[in-house]
């Protein structure tokens, strides 16, 4: 363990602060479909409105302004943010929250995945299309008949008419 990041501020109890995280992450999800997640914010002492700032396309939110009463309710306010993607990728953005109360912008730090979906006739053409290498932003869809043909524990081999392949499946059984 280490404390060689450790910062020390003053602060007094009449200071104007906000609770936000730090990061908000959506799952991956398929291109030309949309989620909504939600920041929850909490602000203490503060005097002025705060306005939110900087989302980058496909990141998109309905607020622009939240008052100084919102935010300092009992239960926060919770910020909508939409992930809408229209092509495959990994996509980051930050959200700014500013207000006069504050010296710098409150940052919070949106990531998200798209992927596609490419169709496959057989196991042999998976092979011959999927590289080996990472690749978040494609999934692979066989659309020819495929069998188990054998399962061991967590192992099943899955076999159509000219390939084959070893899958380990995470889930125990």
Do not use: C, H
């Not at 908000?24 to 203490?44: Q, R």
């Not at 504050?102 to 590289?131: C, D, H, M, Q």
């Amino acid at each position: 363990m280490s404390f060689d990041n450790i910062k020390i501020y003053s602060y007094s109890a009449d200071d104007p602060w906000l609770s936000s995280p730090s990061t908000l992450g959506f799952a991956s999800m398929p291109v030309n479909t949309s989620k909504i997640e939600y920041i929850k914010i909490k602000g203490v002492n503060l005097t002025n409105n705060l306005t939110i700032t900087s989302l980058n396309a496909p990141f998109s939110t309905t607020i622009t302004s939240i008052t100084k009463e919102e935010a300092m309710a009992e239960g926060g306010f919770n910020i909508p943010v939409t992930f809408a993607p229209s092509s495959k990728g990994i996509f980051n953005t930050k959200l700014n929250i500013t207000s006069n109360d504050f010296t710098s912008p409150i940052e919070i730090e949106i990531l998200a995945i798209a992927y596609g979906t490419e169709e496959v006739a057989n196991i042999s053409e998976l092979r011959t299309k999927w590289t080996g290498t990472v690749d978040q932003t494609t999934r692979y869809k066989i659309t020819g008949e495929s069998l188990v043909s054998f399962a061991i524990d967590n192992n099943y081999y899955i076999q159509d008419n000219q390939s084959g392949l070893l899958v380990y499946d995470i889930k125990p059984n």
